[in-house]
């Protein structure tokens, strides 16, 4: 047995074989993540972390360290982690890109579709006995075919839901860090300003990792640029919206609808006023949790875990200036 030692904050989608073989392997088996002092003291321990979105891997707990020389996150996202410190102890930092991005794109456009038809409504109206006849303009919903679709964040998602948006002969506006000419051309997506965006768009969709630049992006200003028939998307990060502004802006009208599988914090507090909104969808972060693709997450977590190990070259890498 391998003298290496590993935390994983999870039980995985996966089976562990390989990793074992290769390394001493201690899962968190409980349900909810282990507390920032239980993890504190694991990293002591161990050469490599296997962690979630849900772990705070801050400056301390890379600090706190001298055995590590790996953290695999199982997510694409990795604003939970401090990346720069991680970097100054030249502690590669994996994650999983690629494999999420379509269902990923997939929920987002389930939401989208959900949300302008006014499906979860409608099933609640048959639920609750409501449905007496056919009525003409019962559960009226907004188009989807053929209306203005705003993508916020033109990377790896943003372009898979361009890509489904053009099957509905969409017209597809976005804003990103740079004008692409060439997915201009095979995307047909326009390059324009938020403020532009925002005010000609039908359907808004967030796609962009939370960083210190955006976070609440949206609020009472983004709101009030917005149409008031149009809906609002968001399987980022919660931290892009301000949530007491879009409480605002769905319970005075200033926009018809959100649906958002991210809050802030998470999970969102059973009290918070957005829950008693009829016009806000929100899921408990799933949009990448088809089956296939959580397995796949979880296998590419642990081929970047174990090359950590070996001291390889990660495959997928946060900060691959390390290697430079
Ligand atoms: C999920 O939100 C991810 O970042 O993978």
Redesign the pocket.
């Known amino acids: 047995m391998s003298e290496f030692k590993v935390f994983i904050t999870r039980r995985l989608p996966t089976d562990l074989e390989q990793l074992q073989q290769f390394a001493n392997v201690e899962v968190w088996e409980q349900r909810q993540p282990p507390p920032y002092e239980v993890l504190l003291e694991k990293v002591k321990e161990v050469d490599g972390l296997l962690c979630l979105?849900t772990d705070k891997i801050d400056k301390q707990l890379i600090e706190a360290s001298d055995s590590l020389k790996v953290i695999s996150q199982m997510?694409?996202?990795y604003d939970n982690i401090d990346i720069a410190a991680a970097t100054e102890r030249m502690i590669p930092v994996g994650y999983?890109p690629d494999v999420?991005t379509d269902a990923t794109a997939d929920f987002t456009w389930g939401l989208l579709m959900t949300s302008a038809r006014r499906i979860v409504e409608a099933s609640q109206f048959t639920r609750t006995g409501k449905w007496q006849t056919w009525e003409p303009d019962l559960l009226l919903g907004s188009q989807v075919t053929g209306a203005t679709l705003g993508i916020v964040g033109l990377g790896r998602i943003g372009k898979a839901v361009a890509h489904r948006a053009q099957g509905f002969d969409m017209r597809i506006l976005y804003t990103s860090n740079r004008c692409d000419v060439h997915l201009e051309n095979t995307l047909g997506v326009e390059f324009v300003s938020l403020e532009r965006l925002l005010q000609e768009s039908d359907f808004v969709t967030i796609h962009m990792p939370l960083t210190q630049n955006n976070y609440h992006m949206f609020g009472d200003e983004q709101f009030a640029l917005m149409k008031s028939s149009a809906v609002l998307i968001n399987t980022a990060r919660g931290g892009i919206i301000d949530p007491d502004a879009l409480y605002r802006a769905l319970s005075k009208g200033t926009i018809a609808g959100a649906a958002i599988d991210?809050t802030e914090p998470e999970p969102i507090p059973t009290d918070s006023p957005l829950l008693t909104l009829d016009n806000l969808i929100i899921t408990p972060?799933v949009?990448?949790a088809s089956r296939q693709t959580r397995e796949k997450m979880a296998n590419m977590a642990i081929d970047n875990l174990i090359a950590g190990l070996k001291g390889d070259r990660l495959h997928d890498c946060v900060n691959s200036d390390i290697y430079h």
């Open positions: 979105l997510a694409v996202g999983t999420l991210v972060h949009a990448s």
